[in-house]
């Protein structure tokens, strides 16, 4: 079993930064992929990015390449997400997720979930 839990989040206006962190106790996180999703009110969970086992290769989605960063540290069994030029549409609860697969945009894919971090970006 592995506990996720998110921190970092809050309101913050356009134009900002945020860093997620993703802390996980129970095993290393060296043994999975991790992954962000986020959930907007009223829509469904959506992949954010992900990051192999060893951080040797990340993946974004569209709406946030070249804004969010995902990194690891397994010595510290944490995983982050940097956000920099946060949008009023990057709004939502953020989700770490651990994934003993490969790389899958879909959520059933993971295997654990934090319990999320709300991000607030005003106009």
């Known amino acids: 079993q592995v506990q996720l839990v998110e921190s970092g989040g809050g309101l913050v206006q356009a134009g900002d930064s945020l860093r997620l962190a993703c802390a996980a106790s129970?095993?290393?996180?060296?043994?999975?992929?991790m992954g962000w999703f986020r959930q907007a009110p009223g829509k469904d969970r959506e992949f954010v990015a992900y990051?192999?086992?060893?951080?040797?290769?990340?993946t974004y989605a569209e709406p946030v390449k070249g804004r969010f960063t995902i990194s690891r540290d397994n010595a510290k069994n944490t995983d982050y997400l940097q956000m920099n030029s946060l949008k009023p549409e990057d709004t939502a609860v953020y989700y770490c997720?651990?994934?003993?697969?490969?790389?899958?945009?879909?959520?059933?894919?993971?295997?654990?979930w934090g319990q999320g971090t709300q991000v607030t970006v005003s106009s």
């Open positions: 997720a651990a994934t003993s697969g490969g790389h899958s945009p879909a959520p059933v894919a993971y295997n654990y």
């Open positions: 129970g095993r290393s996180i060296s043994d999975y992929g």
């Open positions: 990051i192999t086992r060893d951080g040797g290769s990340q």
